[in-house]
């Protein structure tokens, strides 16, 4: 199918702030949290024009996404667009790890959300409680999900107030308490250390990474080709903003910042006191459950689109009677990140997350260039200024990242690979659902 769907289905009902808030809900999760240390220890003073810069690059990406979108109302996102610009080969491999991540990062959030909560809840830290909060967690989202798109975009607005409000807040109180002589103060960076460079880039891209999945549900927004593109710039702009603020505030705060566990919360009861402190270890919780949520939203819709293609069982691409939703897909990807989530064998897994994604940026940024010869002259069109720049600079920049990957990550793509194009050959007609 190489011409975007034309028809408002009936469940379009998620408007563009809604959308917005998916974007967010979906970008800052337990990273934001923990990213002020892990910076530090490896940039030092430099780090928060790192942060800085590593939003306008991302940004680059963003925009080819945004591109892509606005050509587009169907559902699949990176999927759809690697198959529509480099046929159907392609567009499965990168479908295929995509949802792979998908599962892993479920598995690794849910894992993430019982440790988050040991602050408060010693008993969360193993044993039944631990198992409890885990597999409730999932079960929650998956039953969320499968209600309605718009269930689970309510619920992704909720849980962007509680992950936001707590950082608004650091940011705010902070900014008068800090020393701005400690803020760019420390040791210089060694430029020539590049796997070091390397992996700090690394670290930053995939601190704003999640954007991606945005566009997977995009049959299910109202007016996604204009709401999808709208809600990717905005989020760029509002999340590099509290992550720049988070960064300067945790380097004017805390001495010796990148030994720190959890910075944020140090760094605020060292200038607001406890009550900041347990606030934003609820936060990091609230925040690993939100990113959990939208992980759940948009990670089956990768499968569903996979299916409709005919690449796996049928029933992935079948819409609940009532709910409207891809209920099969949801409820698989649910239990079997319910199943690695409590074996612990997701960590193998989460070896592909660094290299898949690159995966399909390289595709996006390469495959806007394509697209746009086919598209681009239509009046909806987002036109991006500079004509190729921005996805030659996002393709380089991609690319230069891929480089930097470990043998072992690239190793695990490889692997993922060879299994996707066993699936790929034993593809089946697909037929309507």
Not at 9 to 24: K, M, N
Request: glycine share 10%; net charge positive.
């Amino acid at each position: 199918m190489t011409q975007p769907a034309s028809e408002p289905g009936y469940l379009r009902a998620v408007g563009r702030w809604q959308i917005l808030g998916l974007s967010i809900n979906d970008v800052i999760g337990s990273g934001v949290y923990l990213l002020p240390a892990a910076t530090f220890a490896l940039l030092g003073p430099f780090s928060l024009w790192a942060v800085l810069l590593a939003g306008l690059a991302v940004a680059l990406l963003v925009m080819c996404y945004a591109q892509a979108a606005s050509y587009f109302d169907q559902p699949g996102g990176s999927y759809l667009y690697a198959r529509e610009a480099f046929g159907p080969y392609v567009g499965f491999q990168v479908g295929w790890t995509i949802w792979l991540t998908r599962v892993s990062v479920a598995a690794s959030l849910s894992n993430g959300l019982a440790d988050a909560l040991t602050r408060f809840w010693p008993a969360a830290a193993d044993g039944p409680v631990r198992i409890a909060i885990v597999a409730g967690s999932l079960l929650l989202l998956i039953g969320i999900n499968i209600a309605g798109v718009r269930w689970a975009a309510h619920a992704a607005s909720v849980l962007v107030i509680g992950k936001v409000v707590p950082l608004l807040l650091f940011i705010g109180i902070g900014l008068f308490a800090m020393d701005w002589g400690q803020a760019f103060s420390g040791p210089p960076v060694d430029t020539h250390n590049y796997k070091m460079m390397g992996e700090a880039a690394l670290l930053l891209l995939f601190a704003y990474a999640g954007f991606e999945n945005l566009p997977a549900a995009a049959g299910e927004y109202h007016r996604p080709q204009r709401n999808v593109p709208f809600a990717l710039l905005s989020m760029i702009t509002i999340v590099t903003l509290l992550y720049a603020g988070a960064q300067l505030v945790a380097q004017g705060t805390l001495p010796d910042l990148g030994a720190s566990k959890a910075p944020l919360a140090d760094a605020s009861d060292l200038f607001a006191g406890p009550w900041l402190a347990v606030l934003l270890t609820f936060g990091a919780a609230v925040s690993i459950l939100g990113t959990n949520s939208n992980t759940m939203l948009l990670g089956p819709r990768f499968l569903q689109s996979l299916a409709q293609d005919g690449y796996g069982p049928s029933w992935f691409a079948r819409l609940h009677p009532r709910f409207h939703t891809p209920a099969a897909a949801i409820a698989t990807q649910g239990l079997i990140a319910l199943v690695l989530a409590l074996s612990g064998s997701f960590v193998q897994l989460a070896l592909l997350s660094t290299v898949t994604r690159l995966l399909g940026y390289i595709c996006t940024a390469a495959g806007v260039l394509v697209l746009h010869k086919r598209y681009g002259d239509r009046p909806d069109a987002l036109r991006l200024p500079g004509g190729p720049l921005i996805p030659v600079l996002a393709l380089l920049l991609t690319l230069g990242l891929m480089a930097a990957a470990s043998w072992q990550n690239l190793l695990a793509m490889g692997v993922a690979l060879l299994i996707g194009t066993g699936i790929y050959l034993a593809r089946r007609t697909p037929r309507s659902v």
